[in-house]
């Protein structure tokens, strides 16, 4: 769909370098005219929540016999171990939701393994793409792919304040700027919790600026946040409501 792919930004996804102790790259490089930055995902400016997203065709199809088909090609860049450890995060799914990862065969619409990723199905050939530099691990792969089935950062809900508070002064400015990924949106959160040890939560440092806070879970500020290494409870529930 054209439209869809239209007025696409990016919105970095730094939890996932940071929090497993690396370096977010600054190098940019250029996809079809569009500036990415290693290690962000993307989303069109117009559907920056996963649930109007899928209620506007970016939802992947489901087959006639209740699984949802994902078609996927993983760049020959990775390394045995590599692709070893982005299979096995495909594999999780299947194990507790109808969402099947399959190597593309023909397919016109799939992703392409490569650290960003749009988020739902965009149509055509789909980057999602695990920088070598520090993405390549099992959880991060899992927080791509929900990426790539529709589903954005915890910390956005729609009634995140109830739950954390962002400190925006702590989070970072000028060229590399990050306030948009800790933006409120409005959101339909299929009637489920919010979740501390999503897969899609940011740590309590990540983006920081000056290495206080940039979120801070209320009303118990020693709650442990941002520290999921696979899809917690909830991650599989929403799949399975979305799509099962």
Not at 104 to 123: A, M, P, T, W
Not at 189 to 216: K, Q, V
Request: aromatic share 10%; proline share 3%.
């Amino acid at each position: 769909n054209t439209n869809q792919r239209a007025n696409l930004m990016p919105i970095s996804l730094g939890m996932q370098c940071e929090e497993f102790g690396n370096t977010l790259q600054r190098q940019s490089t250029t996809n079809n005219g569009i500036m990415a930055h290693e290690c962000n995902y993307k989303i069109s400016a117009a559907l920056r929540n996963a649930d109007p997203c899928t209620e506007r065709g970016c939802k992947w199809f489901k087959r006639r016999d209740g699984t949802v088909s994902v078609p996927y090609v993983i760049s020959n860049q990775f390394s045995s171990r590599e692709r070893r450890v982005i299979e096995d995060a495909m594999k999780s799914f299947q194990s507790s939701t109808c969402v099947r990862f399959v190597p593309r065969q023909r397919e016109q619409d799939y992703i392409l393994i490569r650290c960003f990723s749009f988020v739902g199905r965009r149509g055509g050939g789909q980057i999602l793409s695990l920088n070598r530099n520090g993405c390549v691990f099992f959880g991060v792969v899992q927080h791509e792919l929900l990426h790539a089935l529709g589903f954005n950062h915890e910390q956005t809900r729609s009634d995140r304040d109830q739950h954390v508070r962002i400190l925006f002064q702590n989070v970072i400015r000028g060229e590399y700027r990050q306030e948009h990924n800790f933006q409120k949106i409005r959101t339909l959160n299929l009637d489920t919790p919010y979740d501390y040890n999503s897969i899609m939560h940011y740590g309590r440092f990540a983006f920081s600026r000056n290495r206080e806070p940039t979120i801070i879970p209320i009303p118990n500020s020693n709650a442990v946040i941002g520290r999921a290494t696979e899809m917690s409870r909830v991650d599989i529930q929403r799949i399975n409501r979305l799509y099962c």
